[in-house]
């Protein structure tokens, strides 16, 4: 198990190093000064140039990278354009709101979808089944940005069951409507998957044979059928907790939840590239650490894999 994770990080090192090459290009080519942006229009000329000159930005373009690069192994990504707090303090002081807002939807996502899945498995080619196949493609072809304007408008504005928009003064009840939001793509991909992958195992021999032996029909669908069918579900679990933080940017927007999406959206309308970089790396790392944990929990699902 050592090893393994050693070799996994290890492998990673590329893909961030890679991450790191294309951020810095996509900053760069980007029209616009920084020290200008800093300044303003009306900037002194000669401010400005020793602004670009503190910030490095006239040097050629392979010492910019390579400060990066070392920028990057060091955890100092500099500070933002528009409030001179580091990378590091707007990153980490938007995190929790992301977080809870992410794990909230996840935890809705994972435990209705792999109910209802397991349902209509059980239950297939029934009128619930259908009806449930067809909330799930509603789920996966509805954009977050709509169904969050849908439920604001029915929740907040006409029934007013939800104060509003934004975090008041910290209640969890301004969690919901965004948690609900964020976790109903993912909830409609896991429940689709589900019941496909309980279809494929639920025919097989071994799960006639516990039927013969006289288990009732609960163990035979939460033992034998569902812990071998969870492995492509696990999978996809991970991969979806990982490709939250982009939903994130359009339900934070939507709730105006002062969040990691937030701040990204008004670092590229501000372009503040020190904020837009340490967001992209922070959400690379989370789909590298999401991607070894799913790889981790494969041997607790099948026995048979083996990690050595």
């Known amino acids: 198990m050592g090893s393994f994770i050693i070799r996994r990080l290890l492998g990673s090192i590329p893909v961030i190093l890679g991450v790191v090459l294309v951020v810095f290009i996509l900053t760069t080519i980007v029209p616009g000064d920084p020290a200008r942006i800093m300044m303003g229009q ?29 920028a990057v192994i060091t955890m100092d990504l500099g500070r933002s354009y528009r409030n001179n707090m580091t990378v590091t303090q707007a990153v980490l002081g938007r995190l929790p709101v992301t977080a809870t807002l992410a794990i909230g939807a996840m935890i809705i996502a994972v435990i209705f979808g792999v109910l209802m899945g397991i349902y209509s498995a059980t239950h297939r080619y029934t009128l619930a089944d259908y009806g449930v196949m067809v909330l799930a493609l509603l789920g996966i072809s509805t954009p977050v940005y709509f169904i969050g304007l849908l439920l604001v408008l029915l929740f907040c504005s006409h029934l007013g069951w939800i104060p509003g928009t934004g975090l008041g003064n910290g209640e969890w009840i301004y969690y919901v409507l965004p948690m609900i939001t964020l976790g109903i793509r993912p909830l409609a991909l896991i429940v689709r998957l589900t019941r496909s992958t309980m279809l494929e195992v639920i025919s097989q021999d071994y799960v006639t044979t516990a ?13 034998h059928v569902l812990k071998n069918a969870l492995i492509p579900v696990v999978t996809i679990i991970g991969l979806q907790t990982a490709s939250l933080l982009s939903g994130v940017i359009l339900t934070e927007t939507v709730y105006s939840l002062p969040g990691l999406g937030r701040l990204s959206v008004q670092a590229v309308i501000n372009r503040d590239f020190p904020i837009i970089r340490g967001v992209v790396l922070f959400m690379a790392l989370v789909f590298v650490v999401a991607n070894l944990l799913v790889d981790l929990s494969y041997g607790f699902f099948d026995p048979r894999i083996r990690y050595e």
Do not use: H, S, W
């Open 42 to 70: 009306r900037g002194d000329p000669e401010t400005i140039k020793l602004i670009r000159q503190e910030m490095g930005l006239d040097n050629p373009i392979y010492i910019q990278l390579f400060d990066f690069y070392k």
């Open 211 to 223: 039927r013969a032996k006289g288990l009732i029909e609960r163990v035979v669908v939460f033992k």
